[in-house]
Structure formats: structure tokens, C-alpha cells
């Protein structure tokens, strides 16, 4: 599986942001997805995830309630609503897919995106 991150950019504090994960390669609705994200000088944390129907999500405690993951199988992608940024939402946001919820959870999945670099700005 290929998976290419875009809709990263520079927002002001409130803005919202979209971003999308497209995949190709093999069945995507086999795949359990997320998103991570990486700040300057900071380890890789997770963000986000969805199950393969999309009917469950999860997500970290600092962006619960601002974030939305969703899915859209017929496309083979992955979103992340992002509303309501904050300065330290700044960083580079990775998605991620694995055949098994835990794996990708503890954040080493099969397959990485290239990254997509959200800046917000004060």
C-alpha cells in the first residue's frame, strides 16, 4: 500500500484545515487507518485512527472534540478534519495504515505516508 498525505499548509489560530490520505495498492477497506504527527524537536505522537468500516474512531486526548477522521472506501481515503488549530497543533502530520488495530495504535504501523507540514500560526 502507497499512501500519499496532502492539505497541509499555513492557518492562523481558529482556522480549520483538511487533510486527505489517498492510497492505492492493495484493498484499502482492509485497512485499519490513522493519522500521527510530529512537532520540531518532538518524537512522533499519535493523532488519530479509524477502523476498517469506519464505524469506530479514536483519537488523542489533545485534539478530541477540535478533530474528525473519516473515511470514504469508494475513494481509498482517509480525511482529518482539523478545527479550531492551535499553535501546538504545528507539525508535520503522517498517515498510517496496518492490518491490525493495535499495531497501528502503538504507532508502528505496516505503511507510512510521506508527511504533509500543517503551520499555525499565533
Known amino acids: 500500500v502507497q499512501l500519499q498525505a496532502s492539505g497541509g499548509g499555513l492557518v492562523q489560530a481558529g482556522d480549520s484545515l483538511r487533510l486527505s490520505c489517498a492510497a492505492s495498492?492493495?484493498?484499502?477497506?482492509?485497512?485499519?487507518m490513522g493519522w500521527f504527527r510530529q512537532a520540531p524537536g518532538k518524537e512522533r505522537e499519535f493523532v488519530s485512527a479509524?477502523?476498517?468500516?469506519?464505524?469506530?474512531?479514536d483519537y488523542a486526548d489533545s485534539v478530541k472534540g477540535r478533530f474528525t477522521i473519516s473515511r470514504d472506501n469508494a475513494k481509498n481515503t482517509v480525511y482529518l478534519q482539523m478545527d479550531n488549530l492551535k499553535p501546538e497543533d504545528t507539525a508535520v502530520y503522517y498517515c498510517?495504515?496496518?492490518?491490525?488495530?493495535?499495531?497501528?495504535?502503538?504507532?508502528?504501523?505496516?505503511?507510512w505516508g510521506q508527511g504533509t507540514l500543517v503551520t499555525v500560526s499565533s
Open positions: 495498492g492493495r484493498a484499502f477497506g482492509n485497512y485499519f
Open positions: 479509524i477502523t476498517r468500516s469506519g464505524s469506530v474512531t
Open positions: 498510517a495504515g496496518d492490518q491490525t488495530f493495535a499495531r497501528l495504535r502503538r504507532g508502528v504501523p505496516q505503511y
